[in-house]
């Protein structure tokens, strides 16, 4: 990759500066953002304390890399589109369950149309092996008819490369095309119950990796002239004429699908992950733009970053150069090496707060099983201790900035997803601000290998009386800190 300024590649860096400036008002959980113009990059910055090396869960942007991998096993000869799926798990097929097989094809999951319906949440599952699981699933529409989103799929997808390959699916594909266009040696994919990588999820990598991975699919599968995936497969792949919004409103998810990829406007396309992770392929400028985040619980997560993108960069780039701008250009790099991780920005102070500070609260019956809590309130910051079903715990808040730590709950899930990690910890960012005198606001984003967040909510009456609001947006886990309780000053 080459760095350069935005002018050299016709944009302004005013209006860049304008793009991250939208992205900052709206409150979102920005990790990093990469945007580049051919083998240009223009645009490059790490909200801290994430940085170049850090290996980011690209959760369903995983989907697209499996599509890649099966583009080239079929490419070698390894498989066909046209092959029912359930050629491929004979070990599974059961009587009962070849009555309901409904020989939905390769290419009908890669495009979603599968017959069955995702109809479980295989973290609920009581099997270890997901494959079992999936095979289990009620079939629930013809196939070949109706795109529903099935990350179960793409996770059989991902299990079918890794059964006709004998490897990891993202180790073949660094054998195939990875190493050669500078993708991290050290990246990787977490696993699901079973055997096989969590390929509709788990891929871990840089946001560079990201980058790279989407301009070789954007070049239609090759890299400095050389041919690496066969071009049919990447047009096939990248033609998003499933239809996907049932509705017919303005979606910036609803302009299609193709082979695990994602239509948007004006003939781009994209990798899409749950928390937003994003990559945004423009064939008309010759564009990538890379964003990761974790924006889970904000409905309207996907359209202002997405919209933000057309509107400040892919309708204001043009021909190339523009004259060089040094004075905005200090201002964009002034900026962006200015980010930091979100934190709430609201009032960070409160005269109530010299009234329960030290106080017990003694928790009626709550479905946390939280029997207690305290906050010892300072200047500028302060902890949340509590008592759960694992005893004693206590977090760190900063008010209006974050405070970093390991989030005290144990046990959950590491390198394999839905198990348990005994004495496990993720990593997160902790702040807390007043959105009124008496009420206090926590805001904890897990940073780890999962992403995830967990707001509190504390309301206080006549300092004797206190409710407390939890709601959590994580995958599988914080699942103990959903709900409400009340509680009264010892």
């Given amino acids: 990759m080459h760095i350069c300024t935005p002018e050299s590649v016709g944009i302004s860096s005013a209006d860049v500066l304008k793009f991250y400036q939208r992205l900052d008002e709206r409150c979102l959980s920005t990790h990093d953002v990469i945007i580049a113009r051919g083998d240009d990059v223009f645009t490059e910055t790490y909200y801290a304390p994430f940085h170049k090396d850090f290996l980011h869960r690209m959760y369903s942007v995983s989907k697209s890399f499996v599509s890649i991998a099966i583009g080239f096993c079929e490419q070698d ?58 095979l289990d699933l009620k079939t629930e529409k013809y196939p070949n008819t109706l795109f529903d989103y099935d990350s179960f799929g793409s996770y059989m997808l991902g299990a079918i490369v890794e059964k006709v390959t004998g490897k990891p699916f993202l180790e073949y594909l660094k054998d ?141 780039i043009g021909e190339h150069p523009l004259p060089e701008d040094a004075d905005a250009y200090k201002r964009l790099c002034d900026y962006t090496a200015s980010r930091k991780l979100f934190a709430l920005r609201g009032p960070t102070h409160s005269a109530f ?3 329960i500070t030290g106080k017990t609260w003694h928790a009626e019956h709550n479905p946390m099983g939280i029997k207690w809590f305290r906050l010892e309130l300072e200047e500028g910051a302060g902890t949340f201790h509590y008592e759960n079903a694992q005893g004693v715990k206590a977090l760190r808040f900063g008010m209006g900035y974050n405070e970093f730590q390991k989030f005290p709950q144990t046990g959950y899930s590491d390198m394999v997803g839905a198990k348990e990690a005994p004495g496990h910890r993720y990593d997160c960012a902790v702040s807390a601000d007043w959105p009124e005198e008496q009420k206090l606001r926590i805001r904890v984003q897990i940073i780890d290998k999962y992403f995830g967040n967990l707001a509190i909510l504390i309301g206080f009456r006549d300092g004797e009386h206190a409710s407390v609001r939890m709601e959590k947006c994580a995958e599988d886990f914080l699942g103990e800190y959903t709900g409400l309780l009340n509680a009264k000053a010892e």
């Avoid at 599974?92 to 939905?104: F, L, R």
């Avoid at 996907?244 to 396309?269: A, I």
């Fill in 77 to 134: 000869g390894l498989l066909s589109l046209e092959d029912p799926f359930e050629k491929y798990f004979g070990e599974y097929i059961t009587p009962g369950v070849a009555e309901k097989a409904s020989s939905v094809t390769i290419r009908e999951m890669l495009r979603m149309e599968t017959g069955r319906f995702e109809g479980c949440y295989w973290f609920d599952a009581v099997k270890d092996d997901r494959c079992a699981v999936y």
């Fill in 353 to 355: 707060a010299q009234q």
């Fill in 176 to 316: 195939k095309v990875l190493r050669d266009i500078g993708f991290s040696e050290d990246s990787y994919c977490l696993m699901a119950p079973g055997k096989y990588s969590w390929g509709d999820s788990g891929v871990m990598c840089t946001a560079r990796d990201l980058m790279l991975f989407a301009r070789f699919v954007l070049n239609g599968g090759t890299w400095n002239g050389k041919r690496y995936l066969n071009e049919a497969y990447i047009l096939e792949a990248t033609d998003t004429k499933i239809c996907n919004n049932h509705y017919g409103f303005e979606n910036p998810s609803g302009y299609g699908y193709g082979y695990q990829f994602w239509g948007l406007p004006h003939g781009c396309f994209a990798m899409f992950g749950m928390g937003i992770q994003l990559a945004v392929c423009d064939p008309t400028h010759d564009l990538v733009f890379v964003i990761n985040s974790d924006n889970q619980g904000n409905e309207m997560r996907y359209a202002p970053i997405i919209y933000s993108f057309f509107d400040y960069i892919y309708d204001r």
